[in-house]
């Protein structure tokens, strides 16, 4: 299991880095092997006001369809439009190429985890 430790985790899989007041945010690796061949995602607008701990994108899979929720709040200011015409780079990719939308970062939710905390998690759930 792939849990980078410059990153921070809601128990809930999604990532995120932060670097200034930006936070790049994806799913870990855990969770795209848990949902098996990503074949389509729905990002948020940029522009878009997000609040931590809500729905603002979705992944489906060839098994469910995921909400992500945001671990931060503030204004979507970028999206990853790569992954419209190639969503399998979340499979490929999760912290790299498979990132999902990035947000000018206003708060912070109160339920993030270190890389520890979160291998704890995503452990129990295996």
Avoid: C
Avoid at 3 to 23: C, F, M, R
Avoid at 37 to 44: F, G, N, Q, S, T
Avoid at 66 to 75: A, F, K, N, W
Avoid at 83 to 109: A, C, D, H, M
């Amino acid at each position: 299991m792939n849990i980078p430790q410059n990153l921070q985790y809601l128990k809930s899989h999604e990532w995120v880095h932060l670097e200034g007041d930006t936070a790049t945010v994806g799913i870990s690796d855990f969770a795209q092997e848990q949902l098996g061949d990503v074949v389509y995602v729905e990002l948020p607008k940029v522009g878009q006001i997000a609040s931590s701990d809500e729905t603002l994108a979705v992944v489906e899979s060839v098994k469910t369809a995921s909400d992500i929720y945001s671990p931060v709040s503030g204004e979507v200011i970028e999206v990853n439009a790569s992954l419209e015409g190639s969503p399998e780079q979340i499979n490929e990719s999760p912290y790299e190429l498979g990132w999902l939308f990035k947000v000018r970062v206003t708060g912070l939710s109160s339920e993030l985890l270190d890389p520890s905390s979160y291998h704890l998690v995503a452990e129990a759930e295996a």
